[in-house]
Nanobody, 125 residues
């Protein structure tokens, strides 16, 4: 199994950029597809992107496709979520999740076995 810890959240203004990190420990990290989800108050957890185990394939929903980028550095056991042109609607707790059995096209939270504790991103308008 793998242990995940997110960092990098904070309070920013609309239009700003922010980079989140997901640090992994435990099992061989390069085996895992890693996804990012977010959960706003009163809403369900929503998929914001995923990256394949080797970092070659990514998948994003249309809502963030032109603004968010996921990259990974397996040598550092880390995955990053670069968020640009942030909007107030991006305010949420952001989670990274991992699973070695799924492809980055999988966007359901229940498909991912391992989760971090989340990091808060607040975008003021």
């Amino acid at each position: 199994q793998v242990h995940l810890v997110e960092s990098g959240g904070g309070l920013v203004q609309a239009g700003d950029s922010l980079k989140l990190s997901c640090a992994a420990s435990g099992d061989t990290f390069s085996k895992y597809t890693v996804a990012w989800f977010r959960k706003a108050p009163g809403k369900e957890r929503v998929f914001v992107g995923a990256v394949s185990w080797g970092g070659v394939r990514t998948n994003y929903p249309d809502s963030v496709k032109d603004r968010f980028t996921i990259a990974r550095d397996n040598a550092k056991n880390a995955v990053y979520l670069q968020m640009n042109t942030l909007k107030a609607d991006d305010t949420a707790v952001y989670y990274c999740a991992a699973d070695e059995r799924v492809a980055p096209s999988v966007n359901h939270p229940w498909a991912y076995d391992y989760w971090g504790q989340g990091t808060q991103v607040t975008v003021s308008s």
